[in-house]
Structures are given as structure tokens and as C-alpha cells.
């Protein structure tokens, strides 16, 4: 194979053709542009950013993928891979759709990994709890760990135990915000400001 700059050709060719595909008849001229600038990007992480990172993250993926033998793509009962599996399982009486990056079977264990381009790695590991109670009811399987695969870190977060995370936590987390939405509460959550569409209109906006 040979290689282009951190990148193999067929990794380009890859890039190109899923983004084509994807991108085919969006019109992105207004697309959002997020990250910061740099000397390299002086607009930000805009559609040149990920023309040029883009491919680089997915050549990081696949060697990490590579490297850790160990780490094997989980199949469903049915034999469908865990990748991008979507599933909705139902809390406290509401379904909740969500669609799991992958999950691996590792020495054993099973780990469930959300792929993140983004700069910092998630302070909270609810989002993965979601994942593990989502797979115990619709497959009956118990997940012990969860995981980040951070491409701008080329690899995995440390392993996360979720077994804090049960049914009962999640049932009563559910109800809450379904009573709460029902009757037209709403708190504002200031933490994901600089990725909300909605900050021209909201007066708790933390954006600057
Ligand atoms: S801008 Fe307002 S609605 Fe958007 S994430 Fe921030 S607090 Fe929530």
C-alpha cells in the first residue's frame, strides 16, 4: 500500500467516496462551522478542515483498529455487526432512540465506544450508561465498560465501569425529564452552548 503523507490512498479514496455520497445534494454553503481557529484554518473547522483531517481520523481509527487485536467488533444475535447499531429501548414508559458507534467484545468483557471528533473528552459517562441499559434490554447482555475513541487523541479514552448505571437510575432519569417536558419545564443546560442552534434565541446562552 503505498502512503501519502500520514494517509494511505485507499484511506483517500475511501474519504472521498463516503463523502460524496453523504454531502450529495446538501447544500453547504451555510453549513456550521465549529472548533477554533488556527494558523493552519484561520476560518475554523470549516468543510478544508475536514477535507484534510477528515481522511487522517479515519486512517487513525484503522490503524488503531490494527493494533489492538484484541478488540473485536461484537455481532448481534441476529448476526448484524455493532456498528452504528440502532436501537430503541423504552424507559420509563418513553422509547429512546440511539444509535451505538460500536461495541466490542474484549479478553471477554464487552465495551461499548462512541467515536468522538471533538477536542475534550466527555466529562460524563451517561451517554455510554444509556448505551449499556439499551443493550441489556433489547439483547439481554450485560456490558461491564465503556469507552471514548478520541480521534484527536488516536485512540481510547480509559476504560469506564458502568455498573453504577442500572435500570432503576435511568427509569427514574427518564420520568423525570418526561414529567418535566410534559409540563413545559425546561432548565437549561449551559454546558453545549457552542454546539446549540438555538443560542440567538436563548437568554442563557453561555456562547460567547
Ligand atoms: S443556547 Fe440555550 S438552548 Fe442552547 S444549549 Fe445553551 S442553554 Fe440550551
Known sequence: MNKFGKVYIDTLDYWARAWAKESEGVDLTFARVGGRTSKAFPNRENVDFWQQTGPEWVQSYIDWRVANTDWKIWYTPEGAPAIELGLTPIFAGVPVKMVLDRVFEVNGDLVVVDLKTSQQTPTSTLQLGFYKLGLKQIFDIDVKYGAYW??????????????????EKLEYLVGSFDKARKA?????NTNNCNRCGLTEHCQFTSKK
Request: hydrophobic content about 40%; proline content about 4%.
Open 184 to 188: 413545559g419545564i425546561f432548565i437549561p
Open 150 to 167: 478520541m480521534a484527536r487523541q488516536e485512540g481510547t479514552s480509559a476504560l469506564v465501569d458502568l455498573s453504577s448505571y442500572t435500570e
